[in-house]
């Protein structure tokens, strides 16, 4: 029997059905980890879950779906003991040609959309960089756009033109005093 | 799973009624997954990923500590409160000191180098998927599609034998094949195949399919892909404006519509048709025509490069082969002379020709096989290479001329194409080598 189980022709074969069986596996994971919320896909997803989680290969493929995404730019500003206000966009010193103008705008992002977890510590850090300004304060901002259409454009709008946008304080944060 | 395997299909024992059955399911089941095949498709896939993954955390570099040390962007803690999955594991989350994300760091780029090159590639590409999920997952704010695609192919890709073929490993391969026989300095292994390697081809094709049927239906669950106001709405949001093509659009405003639909067209076209051998070349040129569009019109560079390498997958061997020919065709001959007698001369041939995986050259031994274009006396001082037009160009130009035309060598250009400074150096040093051969 053990000669049987060690022969060239058994070995081949258990080769054959041990690499079927990863290849049915792989792809039903592939297959159900983007398949629609339903009960059937909830039934066996948590099988392929631990799979997928752990080798990084979770995702829905939705790119700019079901919409695009409306978009969004953060902004701040700086307020000194005088009480001037200086504002600025970050984003607009990043160019798009260079490979870390994403990383740093999924960082604005991240601040914008979790201003709890991540505001404290982007205000402390922007309060040292302007340091020469001297602030006292610095108030976190959230600008989304609204509709911007044919029409807006052949009027001569911008996109963030004040009246296409929407702006929302997102937190204001005190400097620490040196 | 990146051993040669070698087998049939398995013979059976079956009694009849089960052998008109299963048979015939196997020899399907076989025909769709285990054809025996070679690595080339997966290769490319390879050479992509690392070059993309090299220059992608080469740039991320400065920033190493700010994207993903714990005094960063996002601290460990915040980190520990969002991501209670234990199935979340990051290299980064058992280090301590700023010197071991260094070298991690540091490490990880040199795998990345190293898959591209194909160097020792059956364990670095495992080093590089860890390397890439533990990125993933010490800042997940920072990641985005690409990143999950990068896992899914580096998953397939370690499944896979590859490093067979286009790569420093084969390389290798061929230069132990040549010294160990250098009487036959034209011969090399035979090129591998296997029916894994076709197997795991298979998966990456189902998975770029599986890719864009959903991205296809996702997209038609949303107005703005149904409506055909998408593209107008991509670049009109702040990340991807581009006011030359909206000042366009806005007086013609049909071409929103026929891009929005013409990519979801192509979305959901390419699951079907790239399976068909008369589509396949229309659906190819189609998803790399979308993906060069993402990359020049919306900069997402990285995005599209690694998509297009997933979708080298669909790549033909035949294909491969009629390039390789129509390349050699415009390279034009060559024939390389060489000394037989002399042993140095030998192994060097061996190692150079390894990396001719075209095999564009053909070599002659003078000593056995005279040349009727170059004298005994003028082999006796320098090794010669015969072109299709009659010229013989002699040591450090012969290999000035090979390094530029046959894409193995293209790493060397650097060496012989110095403005001034490679002849300048390389004559002498050629020479200096060609007569003391016979004691090296």
């Given at each position: ?13 258990l ?55 409306v ?11 005088a ?18 103008s ?32 001297h ?26 033109d ?11 944060v ?5 | ?16 009624a ?28 390879r ?10 955390y ?38 301590s ?67 067979r ?119 190819l ?11 020049l019109?919306m ?73 009727p ?12 290479l ?39 150096f ?15």
């Amino acid at each position: 029997m053990l000669h049987l189980l060690t022969s060239k022709p058994a070995r081949e074969g258990l080769a054959y059905a041990a690499m079927s069986l990863l290849i049915v596996w792989h792809t039903t994971a592939m297959v159900i980890e983007s398949a629609p919320d339903s009960a059937a896909t909830r039934a066996v997803r948590h099988i392929f879950q631990p799979y997928l989680t752990l080798l990084g290969m979770e995702n829905n493929w939705g790119f700019f779906a079901p919409n695009v995404h409306v978009g969004t730019q953060f902004r701040y500003v700086v307020e000194d003991a005088a009480g001037k206000r200086s504002s600025f966009t970050p984003g607009d010193q990043l160019s798009r040609f260079h490979p870390i103008s994403i990383w740093f705008k999924d960082r604005y992002k991240s601040i914008m959309d979790y201003p709890d977890a991540y505001g404290d510590a982007a205000a402390a850090s922007l309060c040292q960089e302007h340091a020469a300004l001297h602030p006292v304060a610095v108030t976190l901002l959230k600008v989304e756009q609204k509709g911007y259409w044919p029409e807006d454009r052949l009027a001569g709008k911008h996109l963030l033109d004040p009246d296409l946008v929407d702006v929302q304080i997102l937190k204001t944060v005190q400097c620490q005093a040196k | 799973m990146s051993g040669e395997v070698t087998f049939a299909p398995p013979q059976v024992s079956l009694t009849p009624a089960r052998k008109v059955t299963f048979a015939p399911l196997i020899r399907a089941w076989s025909q769709l997954w285990f054809r025996d095949k070679s690595t080339s498709p997966l290769e490319i896939t390879r050479i992509g990923v690392g070059v993309a993954l090299l220059l992608h955390y080469g740039i991320a570099t400065p920033y190493l500590l700010t994207f993903w040390g714990d005094d960063g962007w996002v601290p460990r803690a915040l980190l520990v409160e969002d991501m209670a999955d234990p199935w979340m594991q990051s290299v980064f989350f058992h280090f301590s000191a700023p010197w071991q994300w260094g070298a991690f760091h540091a490490f990880f780029l040199f795998c990345c180098a190293a898959l591209m090159l194909g160097w020792r590639t059956s364990w670095v590409k495992w080093f590089v998927l860890i390397g890439q999920i533990s990125y993933d997952y010490r800042n997940p704010d920072i990641t985005y599609g690409v990143d999950a695609i990068l896992a899914c192919l580096l998953v397939i890709l370690c499944f896979a034998p590859i490093g067979r073929a286009m790569s420093l490993d084969r390389v290798r391969e061929v230069q132990r094949a040549k010294l160990a026989n250098l009487a036959d300095l034209g011969a090399r292994p035979p090129k591998f195949t296997s029916p894994w390697a076709f197997a795991c081809t298979r998966l990456m094709q189902i998975q770029m399919a599986v890719l864009f049927f959903f991205s296809a239906t996702d997209k038609l669950k949303g107005d703005d892909w149904w409506d055909g106001n998408a593209v107008w709405l991509v670049f009109s949001n702040i990340d991807y404006y581009n006011g030359v093509l909206l000042d366009f659009f806005a007086g013609h405003y049909w071409l929103v519509n026929i891009g929005t639909y013409l990519t979801i067209l192509i979305e959901v076209a390419y699951p079907f048709l790239i399976w068909q051998r008369r589509t396949r070349p229309y659906m190819l040129a189609g998803a790399i025509f979308l993906h060069l569009q993402f990359a020049l019109l919306m900069n997402l560079y990285y995005f599209s490069f690694v998509m297009i390498m997933g979708h080298m997958s669909f790549v033909r061997r035949s294909w491969l082969v009629s390039l390789g020919a129509a390349w050699k065709r415009k390279m034009g001959d060559m024939e390389m002379i060489y000394d037989g007698a002399c042993g140095f001369c030998k192994r060097s041939m061996a190692r150079f020709l390894a990396y001719d995986g075209l095999e564009q050259i053909r070599v002659r031994d003078f000593r056995t096989n005279p040349s009727p274009l170059v004298s005994d006396e003028q082999m006796k001082k320098a090794l010669y290479l015969v072109l299709p037009d009659g010229r013989a160009l002699p040591g450090f130009e012969a290999y000035r001329y090979v390094v530029l035309r046959v894409p193995g060598l293209w790493w060397q250009v650097p060496l012989f194409y110095v403005p001034v400074l490679s002849r300048l150096f390389g004559h002498p040093i050629y020479n200096w080598i060609a007569a003391n051969r016979s004691r090296l």
